[in-house]
T-cell receptor, first 116, second 114 residues
Framework: AQSVTQLGSHVSVSEGALVLLRCNYS??????LFWYVQYPNQGLQLLLK??????LVKGINGFEAEFKKSETSFHLTKPSAHMSDAAEYFCAVSENGGGSNYKLTFGKGTLLTVNP | NAGVTQTPKFQVLKTGQSMTLQCAQDMNHEYMSWYRQDPGMGLRLIHYSVGAGITDQGEVPNGYNVSRSTTEDFPLRLLSAAPSQTSVYFC?????????????FGPGTRLTVL
């Protein structure tokens, strides 16, 4: 069984400050890991994904995440927050290989607020 | 490509009523899934399909029914709606084979059951 824990249901930063959203996972097999963003009243958009290639993954809108196997973590960062980054962010895991890598398990989400 | 489309966008039902949430994709994707999103719960998998004629249960299947008669469509049926099914429902699809990693999500259907 796999699970995802997102630390902090709400993170507030100032515009221009570092964004750090935390995600820890558990999986019995090597995982695929994802970060999705959801803007108000919209669907989910993929920010970035880890699929066992480079451990530092760069995504859209200046976000990146680092896969750390020893810490079972996949934290999302952005050096400088912009007002347009305000949204809810979801970390998700699926199984690498096998037949189940189309089934995503999501964390509960982190709401990012950016203050002017 | 329209991607993944869902209808309706909003729906209000009374307890006991039935309805079907529609989902369609025009990307010839093999895999399709339904998730529900509830505040503080993230998204949870309801049912999924690995191809036409093949469906299986996810994490929270009770009260929902699905079928997949074509590659394009994957409707979700509520046979007797309950207030606990008030939620936002998302449909997703992904390619088959080694490229089936990324899922594409529809815009969602917001359902209220009174």
């Amino acid at each position: 069984a796999q699970s995802v824990t997102q630390l902090g249901s709400h993170v507030s930063v100032s515009e221009g400050a570092l964004v750090l959203l935390r995600c820890n996972y558990s999986s019995s097999v090597p995982p695929y890991l994802f970060w999705y963003v959801q803007y108000p009243n919209q669907g989910l958009q993929l920010l970035l994904k880890y699929t066992s290639a480079a451990t530092l993954v760069k995504g859209i809108n200046g976000f990146e995440a680092e896969f750390k196997k020893s810490e079972t973590s996949f934290h999302l960062t952005k050096p400088s927050a912009h007002m347009s980054d305000a949204a809810e962010y979801f970390c998700a895991v699926s199984e690498n290989g096998g037949g189940s890598n189309y089934k995503l398990t999501f964390g509960k989400g982190t709401l990012l607020t950016v203050n002017p | 490509n329209a991607g993944v489309t869902q209808t309706p966008k909003f729906q209000v039902l009374k307890t006991g009523q039935s309805m079907t949430l529609q989902c369609a994709q025009d990307m010839n994707h093999e895999y399709m899934s339904w998730y529900r999103q509830d505040p503080g719960m993230g998204l949870r998998l309801i049912h999924y399909s690995v191809g036409a004629g093949i469906t299986d249960q996810g994490e929270v299947p009770n009260g929902y029914n699905v079928s997949r008669s074509t590659t394009e469509d994957f409707p979700l049926r509520l046979l007797s709606a309950a207030p606990s099914q008030t939620s936002v429902y998302f449909c997703a699809s992904s390619e088959g084979g080694p490229r089936r990693i990324e899922q594409f999500f529809g815009p969602g259907t917001r359902l209220t059951v009174l």
